[in-house]
C-alpha cells in the first residue's frame, strides 16, 4: 500500500502522457504499482478492514521524531535534519537498535503526512478552468429553528461566475461535499482548485499544510490541482471573497426557511449560477459565455463519483450509542451495546454499521460545542417489550404526546405489552413518527391503540389524508373479528 500523495502523482503523471517506466523509476515504484493506480477508476474511501497488527520498531520512536521534524517547520532549510541525522541521534542520544533504512523509510513517509511545503505565491491573472473556494456564512430558518451556518463558495475567476452550497460544517466531509456537487453540477473538474488557507480540508502547521485522507482522496479521484493561499492574503483570492459577499446579498435575502438542506442546495446551484446572467465587468463580454471556456479548460468527470465519507472505528456504550467528536451521541440498538462499531461520516449524516459493514442505525449529522444525543425511541422498543418494568422511565414514554402517554399509563400489564408490541412492529415497517401519528389517530377513533387501526392510519397516510364529519365506531368492526374492546 503506498501513500496518497504518490497515488495522485502516478494519476497525473500518466494523465500527461509520461512512460509507466519513467513513472515507475522516478516514484520508486513497480511497473504493476503504476499501472493500477493508473486504471483505478474509485478512489472513494473503503471501510477499514480488521487491524492487522504490524508492529515496527520506530512504533516507540515515531512521536519523538514527528516532533523533530514538525520542529524543523521553523528553521532555515540548511539546519533541518536529515534522515541520516535523524537516524544518528536515534542510536547515539536514545540507545536505538533500529537500521538507517527503517529510519529513511519512516523519515520520508512522515514527511509526507507532515507537509511542510512552501506557501504559494499565486499570479492574479486567471485562466480558465481555475477555481475558488471558500466559506461565508449567513443566517437560516431550518425546519423552524433560527440558525446561523456556513455556504460553500466555488468561483471562477476566469468567468465571474460562482456557485453555492449551504452545509451544516466546514469539514473535509462537507468540503469534498460541496466540490463534487459542483463538479457534477456544471459536468466538469476545474484543473486547479485555490482554497482559502486549508479551510475544511486540513489544518496549517508552521509553512506548511496538512491535509486530510479523504480530501486528499477526493483530489487524486478527480484529478485537480490544489493549492493554499498564504494567511491574511485576500488578495489571492480576491474573486470568491467578492462572491461570498454578493451571494450572501442576493441569495440569502430575507433571511431563506429551509426544510430539506439536501433539496434547498439542488435549487441553490442553478439560483446561483442565474446571478452570473450579467456582462463581466472588466472583458465586455457575459459571464455566462465566459463559464464555457471554463468548461472547455476542464476535466472530465471520472467514471465513479467520489464517496464523501470518513470511516471511524467507535465502541458502543452500555445503551447501544457511540460517541462522535467527542460530545455528539448517536443511537443503534441495545444489542449493540459494548460492541466495536464502524461509523461513517458525511457531511449531513452518520451511519453506523456493525463489523459486517452493514448499517444499523443511520442520523442526521450534529455539529457545533452543544452536546447532542440523536437516541431514537423506535431503538428502545424491541427491549422495552420484554422489560416493560422500565416504562415509566424510557424514553419511548417521554418521546410521546401527552394523550399516547396518558392512555398507555393507564393500561395494566397486559396492555401495556400489547401497546408497546404494536409500536414495535409498525416502527419496523413505517418509524416513528408515521407511528406515532397512526396510534394517535387509532386512540381518538376507538378509545384504544389498535394494530389494524394503527396500520390503516399509516396506510392512509401514505396514500392521501381521509377526513370524516363523525367519529370511526369501530364496534362492529370489533365484533366481526371477535375482537373485544379493552375496558
Request: hydrophobic letters at 35%; one cysteine or more; aromatic letters at 8%.
Amino acid at each position: 500500500m503506498i501513500s496518497m500523495d504518490r497515488v495522485d502523482s502516478i494519476r497525473k503523471m500518466y494523465r500527461r502522457g509520461e512512460p509507466v517506466a519513467a513513472i515507475a523509476r522516478e516514484l520508486g515504484v513497480s511497473r504493476d504499482t503504476v499501472y493500477k493506480y493508473a486504471r483505478m477508476e474509485d478512489l472513494s474511501p473503503e471501510p477499514p478492514k480488521a487491524r492487522k497488527s504490524r508492529p515496527s520498531k520506530m512504533d516507540r520512536w515515531a512521536p519523538l521524531v514527528d516532533q523533530w521534524l514538525t520542529d524543523d517547520f521553523r528553521e532555515n532549510r540548511k539546519q533541518r535534519h536529515t534522515a541520516h541525522r535523524v537516524w544518528r541521534r536515534l542510536v547515539d542520544e536514545c540507545g536505538a537498535d533500529v537500521s538507517e533504512q527503517t529510519v529513511r523509510r519512516y523519515v520520508r513517509e512522515a514527511r509526507l503526512r507532515l507537509g511542510g511545503g512552501p506557501d504559494c505565491f499565486l499570479d492574479l491573472d486567471w485562466p480558465a478552468g481555475v477555481a475558488q473556494v471558500d466559506f461565508g456564512h449567513a443566517t437560516f430558518v431550518v425546519r423552524g429553528t433560527r440558525r446561523e451556518m456556513p455556504y460553500f463558495v466555488a468561483s471562477f475567476p476566469y468567468s465571474n461566475v460562482g456557485l453555492a452550497q449551504v452545509f451544516p460544517g466546514e469539514n473535509a466531509e462537507c468540503v469534498c461535499q460541496g466540490l463534487r456537487n459542483v463538479f457534477e453540477f456544471v459536468g466538469g473538474v476545474p484543473t486547479r482548485v485555490v482554497f482559502d488557507n486549508a479551510t475544511g480540508v486540513g489544518r496549517r502547521v508552521c509553512d506548511g499544510v496538512r491535509t486530510t485522507k479523504l480530501f486528499e482522496a477526493c483530489s487524486a479521484h478527480y484529478g485537480f490541482e490544489y493549492r493554499f493561499c498564504n494567511p491574511y492574503s485576500g488578495h489571492e483570492k480576491g474573486s470568491v471573497e467578492n462572491k461570498v459577499g454578493t451571494q450572501r446579498r442576493n441569495l440569502f435575502v430575507p433571511v431563506p426557511r429551509v426544510w430539506d438542506v439536501d433539496g434547498y442546495n439542488e435549487r441553490l446551484l442553478e439560483r446561483s449560477r442565474d446571478m452570473s446572467r450579467k456582462e463581466h465587468y472588466r472583458k465586455g463580454r457575459s459571464e455566462l459565455k465566459l463559464f464555457e471556456d471554463d468548461l472547455a479548460a476542464m476535466l472530465a468527470l471520472p467514471a465513479h463519483p467520489f464517496e464523501c465519507v470518513e470511516y471511524r472505528r467507535a465502541r458502543a456504550d452500555k445503551k447501544g450509542k457511540v460517541r462522535v467528536d467527542g460530545r455528539h451521541w448517536y443511537s443503534t440498538s441495545p444489542e449493540c451495546a459494548g460492541r466495536e462499531m464502524v461509523v461513517g461520516l458525511w457531511a449531513t449524516r452518520v451511519a453506523v454499521m456493525d463489523g459486517d459493514g452493514a448499517v444499523v442505525a443511520e442520523h442526521a449529522r450534529a455539529y457545533g460545542d452543544a452536546p447532542t444525543d440523536t437516541t431514537d425511541p423506535a431503538s428502545q422498543l424491541p427491549l422495552l417489550a420484554n422489560r416493560l418494568g422500565a416504562w415509566r422511565e424510557s424514553r419511548v414514554r417521554a418521546a410521546l404526546p401527552d394523550d399516547l402517554r396518558e392512555h398507555i399509563d393507564a393500561l395494566d400489564r397486559r396492555g401495556l405489552g400489547e401497546a408497546v408490541r404494536c409500536m414495535r412492529d409498525q416502527c419496523a415497517l413505517s418509524g416513528w413518527d408515521a407511528t406515532v401519528r397512526a396510534a394517535s389517530v387509532s386512540l381518538r377513533a376507538s378509545g384504544r391503540i389498535d394494530p389494524s387501526a394503527v396500520a390503516l392510519a399509516v396506510s392512509r397516510a401514505e396514500t392521501g389524508e381521509v377526513s370524516y364529519d363523525e367519529a370511526v365506531d369501530l364496534a362492529e368492526y370489533d365484533r366481526l373479528t371477535g375482537v373485544v374492546a379493552d375496558g
